[in-house]
């Protein structure tokens, strides 16, 4: 039965994905990209991670998506039909890349070892089944599915501080870094009278 | 209501804390889908509507719907059947399985948010570990439903309408999750279920500085979020026609319809479960929940009463949204930003440092007493406080120095020297 599900999943998710990449339309490509956000959302819950898929929709796309959308709307004309760039010109290049990247990750995950208290994923066959219930002594893997947000926040906070936190500062850098660029450009157009006549916002002002 | 006692004293012994997959389960899921989310949840839609006529004619002295049956009870009726009957068109320029598509994901993200809701003890759908951040992550979903329906209409009135939309949605997202997470804070799980009996233990969350902050954040925030007036900009019928869902008739506008004043609920009940104690009368008697016994007849009783109650306060809530609708213009575009990441982010921000310190003083020590609440107000309320003020004088003073441009939107013509109001106090 899980066993089926994953496929049906991985199945459709795959299917959204090659959508993705061969639709001519740029918003219906960023609408099939979120249902293949949505397939791996699900091959989370199929692992027992609640937390990381509702993580993944409230990011991935309630977010990214949205940016994707506002970004192709204010770059590409509002429909977003234009057609994108000679798409087999491309072709080669992108397909060394995509084969590159697919081996490099096949046989890092095939490779895995496994930490030190842990057998190694790539020689598990099945995973163990869910701990049910809340009687009985309480184990790690119990109290991590009944409050994965804790669990999540002990690790996070004690074992992936350095990572978390470097990953912290990389964001806000990000963050400031993107502000930095957006208000350079503010800086050149005099903010008081006289605006230049290039900018579309004075322009609809001045008419008013 | 009695279906659902119904539903209760059948299905009690199947709750636990972990989702078991067996029969009766599922016959739950079965029941909650057949019953809540197809039956009960589309009547209280219907009948919010006919409220708010109501309610609505009562504040613009009017009297409102009365000829549909008595108090025009059947009104909302006769308004499903008018919108089932017209005819649903799809504009020739549309992209149509989009344009399909989009009032679906709306009503879809509506209905989902409700599926983690506490209505009382043993009477949540379902009782999720990560409850609180899949609710997050449902409603997260109705803004690419809505700039879908924008984009794929091809009117700009319903594009010009779902950026607006989209813009608003995104802001205000940020203070309405921070607002919560002082709860989590104190309840030390995403779980709605144990952020209620929390609330049993402890008290209201609502009943200290931070909580109520958070609360008054989280309402504000929460009508943001559902497009309510003064923040109902994305379908400013006196600019736009309709917003995004300009081009859309029939039960397709119904779904759209549907989705908002389910919205509306979901918030309501949202914040009254994590903040306002549930289904809870006293703020800090644990009233009804301790004398709940072994045998069904007290689930049932207990039940009836919490489930009473709790409908009392999402209609509260509901009736408050009304008011405040009925009430209050709308917001000017560019104070709907800043009022969002000037006032309300920043406020949140503080408020999760000074819900860390309620828990500090007042949670962790352990068993909870009127001296310590007291203490903890003594301390968290003065800082509260201080942050309202300092955000709002912040906010004036920095407003006051920015120097007016022709950008500034305004009406008739401005500069400095020129007088009027929107003229900077720097340059006079």
């Given at each position: 039965?899980?066993?089926?599900l ?6 459709l998710g ?13 918003v ?6 979120v249902a293949?956000?949505?397939?791996v959302?699900?091959l ?18 309630g ?10 709307m ?17 072709l ?11 081996l490099?990750l096949?046989?890092?995950?095939s ?6 208290t ?20 309480s ?20 074992r ?12 806000t ?17 005099p903010?008081?009278?006289?605006a ?13 | ?6 539903a209760?004293?059948a ?5 636990s ?5 067996d ?5 739950r ?5 057949l ?44 308004d499903?059947?008018?919108?089932i009957?017209?005819?649903?068109l ?42 609180l ?7 997260s ?8 329906a ?9 594009l ?7 813009a ?5 997202e ?6 919560t ?9 995403f779980s709605l ?22 609360f ?14 003064p ?7 006196s600019e ?11 039960m397709?506008f ?13 918030v ?5 479960a994590?903040?306002?104690?549930g ?34 306060k ?28 000037k ?30 609440w ?8 003065p ?16 407003g006051a ?14 500069g ?9 106090r720097?340059?006079?």
């Amino acid at each position: 039965m899980l066993r089926n599900l994953f496929l049906v999943i991985s199945t459709l998710g795959l299917a959204c994905a090659l959508a993705t990449v061969l639709s001519r339309n740029l918003v219906r490509a960023g609408l099939w990209l979120v249902a293949f956000f949505f397939c791996v959302a699900c091959l989370f819950v199929l692992l027992e991670a609640e937390f990381l898929a509702a993580l993944q929709v409230l990011v991935y796309i309630g977010a990214v998506s949205i940016l994707l959308m506002f970004g192709i709307m204010l770059t590409r004309g509002v429909q977003g039909t234009d057609p994108t760039s000679n798409p087999s010109a491309r072709l080669a290049p992108g397909l060394v890349a995509g084969g590159v990247l697919f081996l490099l990750l096949s046989y890092g995950i095939s490779r895995e070892r496994g930490l030190r208290t842990q057998r190694s994923w790539a020689t598990t066959g099945e995973r163990p089944a869910i701990e049910p219930g809340t009687e009985g002594p309480s184990t790690p893997r119990r109290d991590a599915i009944n409050n994965m947000g804790k669990a999540l926040g002990v690790e996070l906070m004690s074992r992936y501080v350095i990572a978390f936190e470097l990953a912290g500062l990389l964001l806000t850098a990000a963050l400031v870094g993107a502000i930095a660029v957006a208000h350079r450009e503010e800086a050149f157009e005099p903010s008081s009278k006289g605006a230049p006549a290039s900018s579309p916002a004075a322009e609809s002002a001045s008419v008013a | 209501m009695n279906v659902f006692e119904g539903a209760a004293c059948a299905f009690l012994w199947a709750q636990s804390q972990a989702v078991e997959l067996d029969f009766w389960t599922k016959a739950r899921w079965a029941l909650w889908l057949l019953v809540g989310f197809f039956g009960i949840f589309p009547g209280i839609v219907a009948y919010m509507v006919w409220l708010e006529r109501k309610v609505a004619a009562r504040f613009q002295d009017r009297i409102g719907p009365n000829r549909v049956g008595p108090f025009g009870l059947l009104q909302p009726i006769a308004d499903a059947i008018k919108l089932i009957t017209k005819e649903d068109l799809v504009p020739g320029g549309a992209d149509g399985a989009v344009h399909l598509a989009a009032p679906v994901l709306v009503i879809t993200s509506a209905f989902l948010v409700m599926a983690v809701i506490p209505f009382a003890v043993g009477l949540a759908p379902v009782n999720l570990p990560s409850g609180l951040v899949y609710l997050i992550a449902a409603s997260s979903l109705s803004p690419l439903g809505i700039f879908l329906a924008g984009w794929s209409s091809r009117n700009k009135y319903s594009l010009i309408g779902a950026m607006r939309a989209v813009a608003q949605l995104v802001s205000y997202e940020v203070p309405q999750v921070l607002a919560t997470i002082p709860v989590v804070l104190w309840a030390g799980s995403f779980s709605l279920v144990s952020i209620f009996d929390r609330q049993v233990n402890q008290g209201w969350f609502v009943a200290s500085p931070p909580g109520l902050l958070g609360f008054v954040i989280l309402f504000i925030a929460s009508i943001a979020e559902v497009n309510r007036a003064p923040f109902d900009l994305p379908e400013a019928e006196s600019e736009l026609i309709a917003g995004y869902h300009t081009e859309y008739s029939g039960m397709r506008f119904g779904l759209f319809f549907l989705a908002e004043y389910l919205s509306v609920f979901a918030v309501s009940c949202l914040a009254t479960a994590i903040f306002l104690g549930g289904g809870m009368p006293i703020p800090f008697l644990a009233f009804p929940v301790n004398l709940l016994g072994e045998s069904a007849w007290s689930y049932v009783i207990v039940d009836a009463m919490l489930l009473a109650v709790f409908l009392v306060k999402v209609l509260a809530i509901v009736f408050v949204v009304l008011w405040v609708r009925a009430t209050l213009p709308r917001m000017r575009v560019d104070r709907l930003m800043n009022f969002s990441w000037k006032y309300l982010v920043p406020l949140a921000l503080v408020n999760v440092l000074v819900a860390a310190v309620w828990y500090e003083l007042v949670i962790r020590p352990g068993a909870f007493d009127a001296g310590r609440w007291m203490m903890g107000t003594a301390v968290t309320g003065p800082i509260v406080a201080a942050a309202c003020w300092g955000v709002f004088a912040i906010n004036r003073a920095h407003g006051a120095r920015a120097p007016v441009s022709e950008q500034w939107p305004s009406v008739g013509r401005i500069g400095p020297g020129v007088g009027g109001r929107g003229v900077s106090r720097r340059g006079l």
